[in-house]
């Protein structure tokens, strides 16, 4: 029951990562200085919380529900794993100078997902991951909601909000 639970709500926590993307790409057009300050200054949690969710959702469909993740699979995780240590020292530390490294790793990351997604969808021209030792192709949708949210656009939805989250801090750290 959990893990039908569990199966579910990913696609709902993407689709509201959407929205807040949405939301902070707003933020930016309307220069809403209140907001854009209050959001940089929540930079670390954000960054940490999302980092973790997509780790635990990663984790979770390899693991839990048995999906052998592709070759693209693991760059993802190779970008976004190191982000969940990353984000919670510096939450501790309040260190806001790992800023830099966590949107080098997302925009890295988005990258790799954003290939992946189109790749999946048949935008990009494919790859052959079996042939290399992986198991599952890198084509091969092992979840499909809404009619477009696959894994990788998960992990690109996850990237996105990082990097958004990191450019306004830097923003906002600009302005004070």
């Not at 639970?5 to 209140?34: C, D, H, R, T, Y």
């Not at 954003?114 to 079996?130: E, R, V």
């Amino acid at each position: 029951m959990i893990v039908s639970f569990i199966n579910s709500a990913l696609p709902w926590l993407v689709l509201m990562g959407q929205i807040i993307i949405v939301g902070l790409l707003l933020s930016f057009i309307i220069k809403n200085e209140k907001l854009n300050q209050w959001l940089g200054s929540k930079t670390l949690l954000f960054s940490f919380i999302v980092a973790l969710m997509a780790t635990s959702g990663s984790l979770f469909y390899s693991e839990i529900m048995g999906y052998d993740p592709c070759k693209l699979c693991w760059f993802q995780r190779i970008f976004m794993y190191p982000q969940v240590i990353l984000w919670g020292l510096a939450l501790i530390k309040k260190d806001q100078k790992i800023v830099d490294y966590g949107l080098t790793l997302s925009i890295l990351g988005a990258l790799i997902a954003a290939y992946h997604y189109l790749l999946q969808i048949g935008l990009a021209p494919s790859i052959d991951c079996g042939a290399v030792g992986y198991a599952a192709q890198c084509s091969q949708r092992f979840v499909m909601e809404f009619g477009y949210i696959t894994i990788p656009l998960m992990a690109l939805t996850a990237f996105v909000m990082i990097i958004l989250f990191a450019l306004n801090q830097k923003s906002s750290a600009k302005n004070r």
